[in-house]
């Protein structure tokens, strides 16, 4: 069978978990939690943990226990000088133009952010599309909805015709179960969780050449 479509995470995979953007984030939900929410500030880091744990994101149990606006907190948590983080990569952006794919990104964030981040990386216009937590409801990865919905919008039936790329082992596992080919994107290790396991985005061509010659698994 061929892969006609593949989805890409965004942060923590199409550049490295070690340039510090996803840390600057996560202080910035702690700082809103505090200074917004008045929660008390050694009580942010485990509830926030828990949060995420049970609904996928703090966004989400922070709308449940909360009544926390989502567009507030997500133009918050994003308000970074994403510059300091990110530079244009031409080798990714040469290596995600020439899969012959569909390409969306899939991703917990907002669009805003998601744009702003390609934009840094020198990849605007290599997706059809970004596929964000609004576009799937405020459901989010790694909860079933959410990867029905990115199907959905993304025009596809059959999930054994698309590829997914995470950093997230968690959000890869219900992807896999439901028959997307998975590749954990920023580890050494197999995962149990993932069809594949790459220590980078730049090692897709050598480790997974099948995606650029069309062939997939056979059914």
């Not at 923590?12 to 200074?35: C, F, H, K, Q, V």
């Not at 226990?65 to 040469?94: G, I, T, Y």
């Amino acid at each position: 069978m061929q892969y006609s479509t593949i989805f890409f995470d965004l942060d923590d995979t199409l550049y490295p978990s070690t340039n510090g953007l996803w840390e600057a984030i996560r202080e910035r939900m702690n700082l809103y939690m505090e200074e917004r929410l008045n929660l008390p500030a050694d009580e942010i880091s485990e509830l926030r943990s828990y949060y995420f744990i049970k609904y996928g994101t703090t966004l989400r149990g922070l709308q449940f226990h909360h009544d926390v606006d989502a567009d507030e907190f997500l133009a918050f948590v994003h308000d970074l000088p994403l510059k300091s983080f990110l530079k244009p990569d031409p080798v990714l952006r040469k290596l995600v133009q020439s899969l012959p794919q569909k390409k969306w990104i899939f991703t917990n964030a907002d669009a805003a952010h998601a744009s702003r981040v390609l934009d840094l990386l020198g990849l605007e216009g290599c997706f059809n599309g970004i596929i964000d937590v609004r576009a799937n409801n405020f459901f989010c990865k790694p909860q079933l909805e959410a990867y029905r919905s990115a199907l959905a919008h993304a025009g596809e039936t059959d999930p054994t015709r698309c590829v997914f790329l995470d950093d997230s082992a968690r959000n890869l596992a219900p992807a896999t179960h439901l028959g997307f080919f998975t590749v954990l994107v920023g580890a050494s290790e197999p995962d149990p969780a993932a069809c594949h396991t790459i220590p980078s985005i730049h090692d897709l061509p050598q480790q997974i050449a099948e995606l650029w010659n069309h062939t997939g698994r056979s059914k």
